[in-house]
T-cell receptor, first 112, second 112 residues
Framework: QQQVKQSPQSLIVQKGGISIINCAYE??????FPWYQQFPGKGPALLIA?????SEKKEGRFTISFNKSAKQFSLHIMDSQPGDSATYFC???????????FGTGTRLKVLA | KAGVTQTPRYLIKTRGQQVTLSCSPI?????VSWYQQTPGQGLQFLFE???????NKGNFPGRFSGRQFSNSRSEMNVSTLELGDSALYLC???????????FGSGTRLTVV
């Protein structure tokens, strides 16, 4: 019940295309859902995050869609660029615990 | 502002030895968490400290321990190293869990 299932494991997208990464969870106590971007040799960096009281959040080319009833959330990267090539992790956390449950990661490659 | 600083960046140890890793959080962040990252297991939560107290602990053996000092700097220690402890160890600090983590670049530990 503490797992966060992330798919796909890897993704190849043409420059200018849309990259979509999905995550699903079971624990309804989760109330914060961030996405992290990690480049080789670096720690993950917070990209965008959402709370379950909204269904969508957009920041630039990055959008989180959240479906509370289905217990799923996804990251959409519009107009994908080669510089977006990285590993993306979704995560979920319960209030007050500070314990993040991370998905297994998606390696995105954007072809020039 | 300065980010999360982890030292050392790389470390090679022999089985059976012990190791201490250091983390300096962002100024003002009192919560410090540690994660182990491996290709097979992804990001696994080790523990979280807040105001010098361990608030949360993951499912790692007692060989993994940590502490936090009054200036919020944190250390983690692994005793009796095993080959399977080879991983990237990431430290993350946070003001509040709704702010998300800021990760350091990690310490790459190799056990030979």
């Amino acid at each position: 019940q503490q797992q966060v299932k992330q798919s796909p494991q890897s993704l190849i997208v043409q420059k200018g295309g849309i990259s979509i990464i999905n995550c699903a969870y079971e624990n309804t106590a989760f109330d914060y859902f961030p996405w992290y971007q990690q480049f080789p040799g670096k720690g993950p960096a917070l990209l965008i995050a959402i709370r379950p009281d909204v269904s969508e959040k957009k920041e630039g080319r990055f959008t989180i869609s959240f479906n509370k009833s289905a217990k799923q959330f996804s990251l959409h990267i519009m107009d994908s660029q080669p510089g977006d090539s990285a590993t993306y992790f979704c995560a979920a956390v319960t209030s007050g615990t500070y314990k993040y449950i991370f998905g297994t990661g998606t390696r995105l490659k954007v072809l020039a | 502002k300065a980010g999360v600083t982890q030292t050392p960046r790389y470390l090679i140890k022999t089985r059976g030895q012990q190791v201490t890793l250091s983390c300096s959080p962002i100024s003002g962040h009192r919560s410090v968490s540690w994660y182990q990252q491996t290709p097979g297991q992804g990001l696994q939560f080790l523990f979280e400290y807040f105001s010098e107290t361990q608030r949360n602990k993951g499912n790692f053996p007692g060989r993994f321990s940590g502490r936090q000092f009054s200036n919020s700097r944190s250390e983690m220690n692994v005793s009796t190293l095993e080959l399977g402890d080879s991983a990237l160890y990431l430290c993350a600090s946070s003001l509040d869990h709704f702010d998300g983590y800021t990760f350091g670049s990690g310490t790459r530990l190799t056990v030979v």
